[in-house]
């Protein structure tokens, strides 16, 4: 049976609309963040995690390919999804910083795991693409093998995005990656990215039809454009709520 998490979490943001609840903590300034060490930032002890707002503030925490030296957090979500599919795109157009996660239109642009402080102790993970055949057959099973033990092991990884692009709609190797996120019975959701790309006159029945590949139905994804922040702003809620579990 298709676990929907995605489902529940949209679901619950459509139903709220305007009025899901966010913090109204005074913005923190950036001297706020103490430095705890060369490639580690952290909020002072105790700091409240301010929703929303609080992504704005994200900055490079950390990247690493040994999954087992990442560290702990308190809650984590990730991007995951083929090589150029707009991953990186879409975690600076969450945050509004344009060169947070660095993006090329060049597949392969991202080769570690990449990890963002969005609030004290909430993380979002930038990960390598999927897909891309140009790199050497070793590079790519590496890439393979960090981004399985990732999305298996992390216990605070509260949700995986799976980028799809949504002119093109999910590729065999995207139902492939939902198939084993749910027989890892991990908590996904689906978000169709780069959606100006998509005529202005197909916009809804292309939104359905992404779905209906995925058994699902228009509102179950997300349909954003880190270009013209089409979705974003429901997309930064939902991944605010997400972390402050
Ligand atoms: N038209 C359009 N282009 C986009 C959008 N998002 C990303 N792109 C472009 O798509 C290309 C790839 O974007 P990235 O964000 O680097 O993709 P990625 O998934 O992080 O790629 P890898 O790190 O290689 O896995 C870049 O040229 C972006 O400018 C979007 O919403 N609309
Ligand atoms: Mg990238």
Request: glycine fraction near 6%.
């Amino acid at each position: 049976m298709r676990r929907a998490p995605h489902k529940k979490m949209l679901g619950h943001l459509h139903d709220a609309g305007n009025a899901v609840t966010l913090a109204s903590y005074p913005r923190m300034p950036v001297t706020a963040f103490l430095a705890s060490g060369l490639e580690c930032f952290r909020f002072p002890p105790g700091f409240p995690f301010r929703s929303h707002e609080t992504l704005m503030d994200a900055r490079f925490l950390k990247s690493a390919t040994d999954v087992s030296r990442l560290g702990d957090c308190h809650s984590e979500v990730a991007f995951v999804g083929r090589s150029n599919v707009g991953k990186s795109s879409l975690l600076n157009a969450l945050v509004r910083q344009k060169q947070l996660a660095r993006t090329s239109k060049t597949p392969g642009r991202t080769r570690e795991i990449n990890v963002f402080l969005a609030g004290p102790d909430r993380w979002i993970v930038d990960l390598p693409g999927y897909g891309y055949a140009k790199r050497p057959a070793k590079e790519r099973s590496a890439w393979q093998g960090m981004i399985e033990r990732y999305l298996t092991t992390r216990e605070t990884l509260r949700m995986i995005f799976v980028l799809v692009d949504a002119e093109v709609g999910p590729t065999p190797l995207d139902l492939q990656m939902i198939e084993w996120l749910e027989s890892i019975d991990r908590d996904y959701c689906i978000v169709a990215t780069k959606s100006d790309r998509v005529k202005a006159s197909r916009q809804h029945a292309q939104r359905r039809d992404v779905a209906a590949v995925l058994g699902l139905t228009a509102p179950d994804i997300a349909w954003v454009s880190s270009s013209t922040g089409t979705g974003i702003d429901d997309l930064r809620r939902e991944v605010a709520e997400i972390l402050s579990t």
